[in-house]
């Protein structure tokens, strides 16, 4: 159980170009997902807080609109990255937190696979 | 505020030795402490947990952790190395401000020698 996807694994784009980023909680629902951000041999870096039916709450130096949060359903969460530039490559993973109605069922946050995203 | 701090970037042991990996937090209020696996080009994987209780917490793939109050500690230890436990090791505390937010470690790369 509590397994989380992210779609795609991987993606290649150029400069200026927006892409999405998919989240979904498979076998649970979640209330709450939090997207990060990885560079090589670093931490993970929280960059937002994904909460169902309501807009997400962006860490101090992330740009909201560069970086669009979308919590549609209780499964799912999109990232979308507008006009990406070559900066913006990086790993990018989401965790999701078991729950509804606004209220998690547990503290643990589980993880999706990851998205590598490369800007040409 | 809270903090996460894991001493050594790296650790490399041999095939068959003890796995050390050290993780100190600090917390004004009783923390929920977590450590997680990465394995290239993944995403985490919860090894272990401690919330409250038995303070000896024991996870997957044969690591367990001891939360150690008076020490601040939560050190992630496995008897026998494998090589497959060549991956990087996160040791994170949960925020005590309602927002279940992680704080993250920097991370140790644990390398296990043939």
């Known amino acids: 159980g509590a397994v989380v996807s992210q779609h795609p694994s991987r993606v290649i784009c150029k400069s200026g170009t927006s892409v999405k980023i998919e989240c979904r909680s498979l076998?649970?629902?979640?209330?709450?997902m939090f997207w990060y951000r990885q560079f090589p041999k670093q931490s993970l870096m929280l960059m937002a807080t994904s909460n169902e039916g309501s807009k997400a709450t962006y860490e101090q130096g992330v740009e909201k609109d560069k970086f669009l949060i979308n919590h549609a359903s209780l499964t799912l969460s999109t990232l979308t990255v507008t006009s990406a530039h070559p900066e913006d490559s990086s790993f990018y993973i989401c965790s999701a937190l078991p729950g509804a109605g606004g209220r998690p069922y547990q503290e643990t946050q589980y993880f999706g696979p990851g998205t590598r995203l490369l800007v040409l | 505020a809270q903090s996460v701090t894991q001493l050594g970037s790296h650790v490399s042991v041999s095939e068959g030795a003890l796995v050390l990996l050290r993780c100190n937090y600090s917390s004004s209020v009783p923390p929920y402490l977590f450590w997680y696996v990465q394995y290239p080009n993944q995403g985490l994987q919860l090894l272990l947990k401690?919330?409250?209780?038995?303070?000896l917490v024991k996870g997957i793939n044969g690591f367990e952790a001891e939360f150690k109050k008076s020490e601040t500690s939560f050190h992630l230890t496995k008897p026998s190395a494998h090589m497959s436990d060549a991956a990087e090791y996160f040791c994170?505390?949960?925020?005590?401000?309602?927002?279940?937010?992680?704080?993250f470690g920097s991370g140790t790369r644990l390398l296990v020698r043939p």
């Open positions: 994170a505390v949960i925020r005590m401000d309602s927002s279940y937010k992680l704080i």
């Open positions: 401690y919330t409250t209780g038995a303070t």
């Open positions: 076998d649970f629902q979640a209330t709450t």
